[in-house]
C-alpha cells in the first residue's frame, strides 16, 4: 500500500466510521482501512497506517491459522490433504506460499 500523508477527509473521501483504539491510542478509522492518530485540538497530518499488514511470500501453518481464523491443527490438516499447496524450504521447513492460501481463500467463496 503506497503511504502517504493524509489530513481529516472532506468530501469524496473515505468515509469516517469513527474512532477506535490500536497500539495503545486512539485512532480516527476510516472506510479505506486507513487510521489516522487522534490528537488534541483535532487532527493533524499524518502518515497512513494500515489496518491489515501484507501477508509475507511464504507463511509458517501458524501464521496461515492466523490468517483463516482457525486452529494450528486445522490449518495443518488443510495442508497435509493438500486443500492449501505448501512449499518444503530446506530439510523440513514447510511453508505455504501467499498465493496458495489466497487461491484457497477464493476457492471457499466459490462454493
Known amino acids: 500500500m503506497e503511504q502517504r500523508a493524509k489530513s481529516l477527509p ?3 473521501d473515505p ?3 469513527g474512532t477506535t483504539h490500536h497500539l495503545g491510542r486512539l485512532w480516527h478509522a476510516f472506510s479505506d ?3 489516522i492518530p487522534v ?3 483535532g487532527a493533524v497530518n499524518v502518515e497512513v497506517v494500515s489496518v491489515t499488514p ?3 511470500t511464504l507463511l509458517t501453518i501458524s501464521e496461515t491459522a492466523r490468517e483463516l481464523r482457525v486452529a494450528k491443527s486445522t490449518a495443518a490438516a488443510l495442508v497435509a ?3 492449501i499447496e505448501s512449499v518444503i524450504v530446506g530439510e523440513r521447513s514447510r511453508r505455504v506460499p501467499r498465493e496458495s492460501l489466497l487461491a484457497y481463500i477464493d476457492s471457499l ?3
Open 10 to 12: 472532506t468530501s469524496g
Open 15 to 17: 468515509h469516517h466510521l
Open 33 to 35: 482501512g486507513s487510521l
Open 39 to 41: 490528537v488534541a485540538g
Open 54 to 56: 501484507e501477508l509475507p
Open 81 to 83: 490433504r493438500g486443500d
Open 109 to 111: 467463496r466459490g462454493e
